[in-house]
């Protein structure tokens, strides 16, 4: 069983940084990539950033939804199963639950359209006030 867990969410004021980490608990088999979705009550989680690793790579290829792109970074240590998520010049349309995500099986190929999740945490929230 593996859990993510998320933490560094809270309430700031427009144009604040917040850094987002999720840590995991448990022994993924294999860890192809980590993210970010947020999700607003009654809605649909939509996507916002992941970082995907290829075999042996430790790197990782970093993907941004249109709306945060030039205001984010993710950044993940594959061998620690942790990601994280700067978020500079925040916008009261960034508030919401953010929830970490990871793909054990490689059924995520990248870009924005990561439809199949193995793994979800519980969420962090985070308000913007303007």
């Known amino acids: 069983q593996v859990h993510l867990v998320e933490s560094g969410g809270g309430l700031v004021q427009a144009g604040d940084s917040l850094r987002l980490s999720c840590i995991t608990s448990?022994?993924?088999?294999?860890?192809?990539?980590m993210g970010w979705f947020r999700q607003d009550p009654g809605k649909e989680r939509d996507f916002v950033a992941a970082?995907?690793?290829?075999?042996?790579?430790?790197?990782?290829?970093?993907y941004y939804a249109d709306s945060v792109k030039g205001r984010f970074t993710i950044s993940g240590d594959r061998a620690k199963n942790t990601v994280y998520l700067q978020m500079n010049s925040l916008k009261p349309s960034d508030t919401s639950m953010y929830h970490c995500?990871?793909?054990?099986?490689?059924?995520?190929?990248?870009?924005?359209?990561?439809?199949?999740?193995?793994?979800w945490g519980q969420g962090t929230q985070v308000t913007v006030s303007s």
């Open positions: 970082i995907r690793w290829s075999a042996g790579d430790t790197g990782g290829d970093t």
């Open positions: 448990g022994r993924p088999l294999d860890n192809r990539a």
């Open positions: 995500a990871m793909d054990t099986t490689g059924a995520y190929s990248g870009g924005s359209n990561w439809l199949v999740v193995d793994w």
